[in-house]
Nanobody, 123 residues
Framework: QVQLVESGGGLVQAGGSLRLSCAAS????????MGWFRQAPGKERDFVAA????????DYQDSVKGRFTISRDNAKNMVYLQMNSLKPEDTAVYYC????????????????WGQGTQVTVSS
């Protein structure tokens, strides 16, 4: 089992950057595939990015490709989401998630979730 805690959210102007962090507990962190999702008010929780257990493979939602970068540090049990060129439509609560299976881009594919961190992008 793994517990996840996100941090790094906040208020930023359009065009700005934020780096989200996700701290994971557990000695088997390096066996988990990790993902970031986001949920805007009144909308579904959508996939943003995912990274394999080793960090060698990544996947992104089309709307964030070229702007967001997911990475991980297995020695520190951390996952990051670097967000550049932020847009107002990126405003949402961002969630970190983990699954022990494979690289997945759908919500039901993840077993463990953090509590979320709010990102607000002003125009």
């Amino acid at each position: 089992q793994v517990q996840l805690v996100e941090s790094g959210g906040g208020l930023v102007q359009a065009g700005g950057s934020l780096r989200l962090s996700c701290a994971a507990s557990g000695r088997t962190f390096n066996s988990y595939f990790m993902g970031w999702f986001r949920q805007a008010p009144g909308k579904e929780r959508d996939f943003v990015a995912a990274i394999s257990s080793s960090g060698a493979n990544t996947d992104y939602q089309d709307s964030v490709k070229g702007r967001f970068t997911i990475s991980r540090d297995n020695a520190k049990n951390m996952v990051y989401l670097q967000m550049n060129s932020l847009k107002p439509e990126d405003t949402a609560v961002y969630y970190c998630a983990a699954n022990p299976g494979r690289l997945r881009s759908y919500r039901d594919g993840y077993d463990y979730w953090g509590q979320g961190t709010q990102v607000t992008v002003s125009s």
